[in-house]
């Protein structure tokens, strides 16, 4: 478990942007409605640290609703509900540099300062059943679930659980100078980072964990990694990936109940669950079509499933979806049962989804729904857009 003091989110768009995110912190810590929560989480954690007798536990992620609906802002002890856990997490001395860091930043915001850093923040977490490579234009994040989710089977050795051999990129396009100049340099529980092949021609293959011992763990199961440090940019999409563990041999993007690589899009769908994920245009290697003030897609999105979902449709579908209240629909034709189609109210030319969000298709209690197949929408430069176009698409099947 990785105990921690967080700021806690589920606003996406703040992933890898830090001068949003201090924003956004600096707004939390100063508003009206919601100082006095962080002036009392920090209070307490100063009481507790100091050996106080600890009667409330702090709130965690797990009590936090699971959806993307609205954005919610909070403060967390990560990963432990346990009051007990939570104290002595808080008076053991190797933990200060951690608490103290939270505590002096928290105290500058509760002020109204600007912090150069922003406080350790979590975000809530789609549940996934693979390992997921996510690019963005100026980041790469591989996401590893832990091993209950992980539908592969990991490695453990000297108490570190994850994948044990050299992990390998291949990008669309030449990442050099990106690996020159931006490589972390901090990358796992042995602090690896980014080489390539020695050889001319193999300018696009990245590899993590060239200088770890063979048999060690090179990224650890249940942790975000991030392989650029500020100021890359223009990263090219991610075409395929190698991952290999002594169970699962190699695993690359064929191996799509283990691997998962974002490039843009994502159709994420769960048992209970469809999400789609549109990234800002920035990070989109399409380009959106911009109406009426939106941004976005402006195509009617069609999804097959892999079987009958009209039950799901009619008794849990939502009615609110995108900037224009989209609804999910269905040919009444015999034999289109699992095809469901977004937008189909929408005046031609307006935005259906829109940038930079994240939206649900079902209302809470819907299940057994099943696989995705495939996804097709349009945008007008791009021309139509689905399952083969890696660079602008993925879809996500998971069992969870």
Known sequence: MNYNLAFFTNDYTLIDNSQ????KQLEFFTNLSTRNIARNFIANVVKYKNGNLMYNRFKTQYDFPETTDYNYYNLIFSDSSSNTIQNNWLNDSANDSKI?????????LLNGVIINEPLHTEYFKILRNQILIHRTQNQVRISLPSSKYFSGTYYTTNNYTGVHSIVTLTFA?????????????NIGPYNTTLTQPPINGFEYIVKIGENITPGNIVLEEDNDYLLFSEGATNIPAIIDVKFTTIEDNDMTKLDTNKIAIRNGIEI?????????????????LGTYNTSNGYIGINSIITITFASNVTDLINNYGKTNIGPFQTYLS????????????IGENINTGDIVLEKNNTYTLFEEGAYNIPSILNVEMSTTLDGNI??????????TNNNI
């Open 20 to 23: 949003n995110l201090i924003n």
């Open 100 to 108: 103290n860091d939270f505590i002096n930043k928290s105290r500058d």
């Open 173 to 185: 396009s030449n990442v050099k100078d990106l690996v020159d100049n931006y490589a972390n340099i």
């Open 268 to 284: 994420i769908n769960s048992t209970r669950q469809v999400y789609i994920i549109l990234p800002d245009e920035n990070d989109f």
């Open 330 to 341: 269905q040919s009444a034709t015999e034999g289109f049962e699992n095809i469901i189609t």
């Open 386 to 395: 689905n399952i083969n176009n890696h660079d602008k698409l993925a879809i």
